[in-house]
């Protein structure tokens, strides 16, 4: 794209955000500021919406929106709630999916390291960044009674509690913390028996500085891991499918603008909702690649990264420049392990998949084509058949379970 069509962008961006808001003379320098990063990453994404801009008006357009978005089945699963706290106190959201019973009979269990009755498997969930729990709907629907799941919201996310340690005393959000989060919902969660570690994205990292906290952990209980769209570190180098330059002078001064535009939260979040369909336009690129993508599950995903407030998007986002849990890997040596990523991913590219895969010469690696960012909403039977498969290796269920009701995009709930 030319440099006057990302500058139209970004002009179009600033004044939408400007005009929903009717901001003083410092809201409109952020919103310049913004408007100019927000049009580098936006310029890819209009193409690809520009036509349907000019010929679909926005009240229709918002129409659907609401349509979708009362008859959408996804992330209605719910399961058994729970909540586990922080190291700082932040209440932690989870919900758990237990094995369901024939009249009364206990289910099938494999033995597992040589105990008559072991307990059974649990396989925990963790998101990515700006999702919540819901977006292993798909996953969640397949594995229901199958096998014990807990599926679980980060801190700041979904409904888990705005991060005590961010609100009170202004500290960054680390990937670290992440771990120490997680270890939390694993103690209060999943006291005991072995444990499959599930992490998209955020949650893939969530699950490796878990490792690099608690190797004991991962040694004595940890039976599998799967890595979805994930990355152990050198995410600064990641242009997003734009050109370096542009990517470079973006990545110089989004941290302030994030830092800015969090400060003005409530502002923020009306120019969000004028400019929803130029958002949703960058959201459906930067997490599909599938040009066939069930408009339900794009809007499901849309509403998703929709619900993140504008202030935890800046907390957060520091922390994955700093990310690397590269020699945490090797704790899953001996394990079974799948890695697992979309060839067109432009957040967390395939190569950084790869490249733990490399450092685990053992793990299953298994790239999709014509897939992105969520490749677990996008390819939902692939990811599931893969995790079915990993959770047979395990021992986490029977060779001859059932896991079905996954379908695809256009599936309905199971």
Not at 66 to 78: E, F, K, N, Q, V
Not at 152 to 161: E, I, M, N, V, Y
Not at 214 to 230: D, F, K, M, Q
Not at 280 to 287: F, L, N, P, V
Request: with cysteine; charged share 20%.
């Amino acid at each position: 794209m030319s440099e006057s069509s990302a500058e139209g962008v970004a002009s179009a961006a600033a004044a939408a955000v400007a005009s929903a808001t009717g901001a003083a003379d410092n809201w409109r320098k952020v919103t310049g500021i913004a408007g100019a990063a927000i049009g580098v990453i936006a310029a890819g994404a209009a193409a690809g919406v520009a036509i349907e801009r000019m010929t679909v008006g926005r009240g229709i357009r918002k129409k659907a929106r609401l349509a979708l978005d009362s008859a959408g089945p996804y992330g209605a699963l719910r399961g058994t709630p729970g909540r586990a706290y922080a190291e700082d106190g932040t209440e932690l959201y989870y919900e758990v999916d237990e094995v369901e019973t024939e009249a009364g009979v206990a289910p099938r269990r494999r033995r597992l390291f040589g105990r008559k009755a072991p307990a059974p498997v649990t396989v925990v969930f963790s998101h990515g960044y700006c999702l919540s729990q819901d977006s292993w709907h798909f996953q969640r629907a397949a594995l229901r009674g199958v096998v014990r799941t807990v599926h679980w919201d980060q801190r700041s996310h979904g409904r888990s509690g705005r991060g005590v340690a961010q609100v009170q005393d202004g500290a960054p959000v680390t990937i670290d913390q992440l771990g120490s989060d997680l270890k939390a919902v694993l103690d209060a969660a999943v006291p005991e028996g072995p444990i499959v570690l599930v992490g998209h994205s955020m949650g893939g990292m969530t699950v490796m500085s878990l490792a690099d906290r608690y190797p004991e952990l991962i040694r004595e209980r940890v039976v599998a891991v799967a890595l979805v769209g994930t990355s152990s570190g050198r995410l600064g180098e990641v242009n997003f499918g734009l050109p370096v330059a542009g990517v470079n002078a973006v990545r110089r001064v989004l941290p302030g603008v994030l830092r800015a535009l969090g400060q003005q939260a409530e502002l923020v979040e009306k120019g969000r909702r004028a400019t929803a369909d130029l958002f949703a336009g960058i959201i459906k690129r930067y997490s599909f690649a599938s040009r066939d993508v069930d408009p339900a599950v794009a809007r499901f995903a849309e509403r998703m990264i929709e619900g993140t407030p504008i202030d935890v998007v800046a907390e957060f986002y520091p922390a994955f420049t700093d990310h690397d849990k590269t020699e945490a890997l090797a704790l899953f040596q001996d394990l079974p392990v799948l890695v697992l990523a979309g060839v067109k991913d432009l957040v967390t590219p395939s190569e950084h998949s790869e490249a733990i895969a490399d450092l685990l010469p053992e793990a299953e690696l298994v790239l999709v084509p014509d897939a992105g960012h969520l490749v677990m909403l996008e390819h939902p039977e692939v990811v599931t058949d893969r995790l079915a498969d990993l959770l047979t290796r395990a021992g986490a269920v029977p060779a001859g379970a059932t896991v079905g009701g996954y379908g695809s995009t256009t599936a309905q709930p199971g």
